[in-house]
């Protein structure tokens, strides 16, 4: 083969080359993570500043100078203009820890429609798209029960994929972890809260102690909401632990509903004394607009 051939030959096998190397390099990253910034470039954000005047790049605004300011502070060309000094000032723009809680017990793999996705894979994808934006905004973000602390950049976010799709727990219902959260660091605990609520008002408690604020997310699948059944049904949690037969399962959807309407106004209670917001998504609703509402409560002011 000439020295033309040998050329024209490795020219036409760089395509395939290139894309077999790309596939396989797209192999190893953890499908969670391609779905979380697939959810996450949908998302159209503007600039969100924090408007308050501290360390960054960005000018926010003149203020009058005062005494104890320093010489260097003034901008004397914009106090040349007037009969006053004044001071240049900065926007604050030091990164914040957000911590991440999503509940890993048997409950959240519940789902009533199998085209539908489980509480928990809902779960996950909202908490690692909101850790994308989150990070790309220059922030921090972790695990809140420390396997995966608050760090940036992307090596992050392979880390918290990691974390997030490990074996799922033996319990029939989680409570949120909350040892190694950061003081005045920002919180987001996803989960269906349909067990114990001691463990989430006494996590919430030690948070609010070390001035964490953040957001509850309830997580449920429509039939969950709606009770559709009718007749004799055996209800079984996704453990196994927990059974009830009844032979007129329609009787008891009121009251399932009044108790689970009880149930998000004690979450709701529980989140406005701590300093929390609280919201409830639905896994048959779209994941953007959940997404685009976290990101703007966890990046608000507090």
Do not use: C, N
């Amino acid at each position: 083969m000439s020295a033309a051939q040998t050329s024209a030959a490795r020219t036409s096998a760089r395509p395939a080359g290139l894309r077999r190397g790309a596939e396989a390099l797209a192999a190893t990253l953890p499908p969670l993570l391609a779905d979380a910034r697939h959810l996450a470039a949908t998302v159209q954000l503007g600039q969100h500043g924090r408007r308050r005047s501290g360390m960054g790049d960005e000018f926010w605004q003149y203020r009058a100078a005062h005494a104890g300011d320093e010489a260097r502070a003034i901008d004397w060309r914009r106090s040349g203009r007037a009969d006053q000094q004044f001071v240049r000032e900065k926007e604050w723009q030091a990164a914040q820890s957000v911590h991440l809680w999503v509940d890993d017990a048997r409950s959240m793999e519940f789902t009533g429609d199998p085209k539908r996705q489980a509480k928990a894979d809902r779960a996950r994808l909202l908490a690692l798209a909101v850790a994308v934006l989150l990070i790309r905004a220059g922030e921090r973000v972790g695990l809140a029960d420390g396997i995966a602390p608050p760090r940036s950049g992307e090596v992050q976010l392979l880390r918290l994929s990691e974390a997030l799709t490990r074996a799922a727990g033996q319990a029939d219902y989680g409570a949120p972890e909350v040892r190694a959260i950061l003081p005045a660091s920002r919180a987001l605990f996803l989960s269906d809260f349909l067990g114990d609520i001691a463990p989430v008002e006494a996590a919430l408690a030690i948070a609010a102690d070390k001035g964490v604020t953040g957001v509850l997310v309830q997580v449920l699948d429509p039939v969950e909401e709606a009770f559709p059944f009718e007749g004799r049904t055996i209800f079984e949690s996704m453990g196994g632990t927990l059974s009830h037969e009844t032979r007129k399962a329609g009787d008891l959807r009121d009251r399932y509903r009044a108790r689970l309407a009880e149930r998000r106004a004690r979450l709701m209670d529980l989140a406005r004394k701590a300093g929390w917001l609280f919201t409830t998504h639905h896994t048959g609703d779209p994941a953007q607009g959940a997404l685009l509402w976290l990101y703007a409560a966890l990046r608000k002011d507090g």
